[in-house]
Structures are given as structure tokens and as C-alpha cells.
């Protein structure tokens, strides 16, 4: 139920309170001159890069041009091949996201306050895993594919050395945040330190640390196709091809597959997600 206020209260309340009613003079001039310090510095991002209506115009008019080419799309002959390539990307979003799992694991409990209270480690750990954090995928790759060679054994060691700091980071937050009872239940019934992590904490994260692994799976799913245009094989490196060679048709049934099975994969790991996040504890 609302009250209605007279106009001599509310000029009242005006009187006593100016700065509820109206802004000052200086607030407004001063998100007037960052919203036009907004709008200078993206037209000089615009012109730095010369995004001229006519080069925006020109090159839609080539990607209509390229599209027309695209269609029908066609395997050209070699589905077999486009598939086993595709089977080749999954190996290697699951074998990193699955190797960084398992190397995150020990980090992220180490990283945890709780398990290891010293300042200083933890600090110079978590500073670790925030430093590495910021190199990409796509860098690993190349690296990778100089060190070892093209193929998907680059693309694994890529994504799980990418994978590894973000898992440990997040497997740390998570300990963190466990319910602290069930670790003093553990405790109290004389279990050691190791028994203590392994009953009374780790039944806790289990379900967050997989769910994190699920969603992880199919963002590498997308960054695995992206790893084998730089050579790290899979149905990137097909993808490549054809478009070096400008075989569009090619190109268009290889992206609809990529499509579909990322699109397959997203719907699973959404459903597994929800069950495991349902089932989780609450702590």
C-alpha cells in the first residue's frame, strides 16, 4: 500500500535533503566529461584501425561473396576423414582437460588456506597461478607445436598447461569454502591429516571440482579447433586447409560439424552440471 505525499511535505523534504532530489552541479559535470572522454576514445580506437563506413561496407560485400561460395555445403568426398578429425579434437579437450585436472588437484589443495595456513606460500602460489593464468591457449600452441612438432600431442600439452592454473585456482577457492563440521567429525574420530583432506574435505568439493571440469570440457572443445589452425591438429587443421585453398564448400560442412558437435556437447555437460550442482552440498 502506498502513501501519497502532499506537495508541502515534498518540498519540505526538498529543502532538507537537495542532494536526493537534484545532483550537484559537479557530479554532472563530472560524468558528463567521462562519458565524452568514453565516446572520444572510441573514436579514436575507430580511426586507429580506419573503420570506415566504406571499408565496413566493402568488406560485407566480399563475406556475402564468400558465403554464396559456401553453399551447398559438401564433405567433398571425405566425411570419414572431416570425422575422425573431429573425433581428434574431443581426444584432445578431453585428455588436457583432463591431465590439468589431475595436476590442479594437489595445487588447488595446497593453494587453500585452510590447508596450508602460511602466509607467504600461499601468497607466492596464488601470485603463481594469476601469472601463468594470463598466457592463452593459443600461445601454449605455438610454443608446442616448436617444441614437439605439429599434431595433437602440441594441442594437449597446450591446453592442459593453459587449463592447470585456472583449475587450481578454482579447486583452492572452493576448499576454502567447505563446511567446516564435517572436516571436525573427521577429525575427532582420529583420522590423520591425509584422511582428514581425503573424508572430510574432498566428498565436499568433488562435485564443484566437476562441474568445473564439465564446463572447461566444452570451452576446450571450441579452443581445440582453434589450436589446429596453428597446427596442433584435429578438424582446425582441416578447416585451414580448405580455406587456404579457398574450398568454401568444404569449409561451410566442416564449421556446421564443428557447430553441431559443440552444440551436442553443451546441451550433456549443461544437464550433468545441473544434477552435480543439485547434489552438491551446501556449505
Not at 545532483?23 to 572520444?40: E, K, Q
Not at 585452510?114 to 592463452?136: A, E, K, Q, Y
Not at 607445436?145 to 594437449?156: E, I, K, N, Y
Amino acid at each position: 500500500m502506498t502513501t501519497a505525499i502532499s506537495a508541502d511535505r515534498l518540498k519540505a523534504l526538498q529543502q532538507a535533503h537537495p542532494q536526493v532530489f537534484t545532483r550537484p552541479l559537479a557530479a554532472r559535470l563530472r560524468d558528463w566529461g567521462l562519458w565524452a572522454a568514453c565516446f572520444a576514445l572510441l573514436g579514436f580506437g575507430l580511426w586507429w584501425i580506419n573503420a570506415s563506413p566504406t571499408r565496413i561496407w566493402d568488406g560485407l560485400g566480399k563475406l556475402g561473396f564468400l558465403v554464396r561460395f559456401m553453399w551447398p555445403p559438401s564433405d567433398g568426398g571425405v566425411f570419414w576423414e572431416h570425422a575422425y578429425a573431429m573425433m581428434e579434437t574431443l581426444a584432445m579437450a578431453f585428455l588436457g582437460t583432463v591431465v590439468a585436472a589431475v595436476v590442479a588437484l594437489p595445487l588447488g589443495f595446497l593453494g587453500a588456506k585452510n590447508v596450508v595456513p602460511n602466509w607467504l606460500f600461499h601468497f607466492s602460489l596464488r601470485r603463481g597461478f594469476d601469472t601463468l593464468r594470463g598466457i592463452d591457449s593459443l600461445v601454449w600452441a605455438l610454443i608446442f607445436v616448436s617444441a614437439v612438432g605439429m599434431g595433437p600431442f602440441a594441442g594437449v600439452l597446450a591446453i592442459a598447461v593453459s587449463d592447470v592454473m585456472v583449475f587450481s585456482k578454482l579447486f583452492a577457492e572452493a576448499i576454502e569454502n567447505v563446511e567446516r563440521k564435517q572436516i571436525e567429525g573427521v577429525r575427532s574420530a582420529g583420522a590423520s591429516p591425509v584422511q582428514t583432506l581425503r573424508l572430510g574435505v574432498f566428498p565436499q568439493v568433488f562435485p564443484v571440482m566437476l562441474s568445473h571440469l564439465l564446463y572447461f570440457f566444452e570451452g576446450n572443445v571450441r579452443s581445440a579447433t582453434i589450436l589446429g589452425i596453428v597446427g596442433a591438429g584435429g578438424i582446425g587443421l582441416q578447416l585451414s586447409d580448405r580455406i587456404r585453398i579457398n574450398n568454401w564448400d568444404e569449409a561451410a560442412f566442416i564449421i556446421l560439424m564443428i557447430l553441431v558437435t559443440v552444440a551436442v556437447i553443451d546441451n550433456l555437460s549443461r544437464r550433468i552440471r545441473t544434477k552435480l550442482i543439485d547434489a552438491a552440498p551446501q556449505v
